[in-house]
């Protein structure tokens, strides 16, 4: 699989099919004969072309005080 200067898998756009609903029983059917690993690898490439590779960050918390007046 060729990647770009960072590392990221290069989307081949010559390869993409737009197709029906139809087509959904036979992906479920191609994905269930793979392995765990397999499955997860496809997984993790998908999440890095979407969100990028350090995209391991955490959440930023954020936190109030707030005083409330004495009654």
Known sequence: ME???KG???LDKTAI???TLDTMI????????QTP???????????RIN????A????QR?????ERPHE
Do not use: Q
């Open 17 to 19: 099919v737009v197709e």
């Open 62 to 66: 954020v936190l109030e005080v707030v």
């Open 3 to 5: 990647t770009d200067s």
């Open 56 to 59: 391991t960050g955490r959440l």
């Open 8 to 10: 990221m898998p290069r």
């Open 37 to 47: 690993e397999a499955r997860l690898a496809a997984l993790e490439l998908m999440r």
């Open 51 to 54: 969100y990028g590779y350090a």
């Open 26 to 33: 036979d992906d479920f059917a191609f994905w269930a004969t």
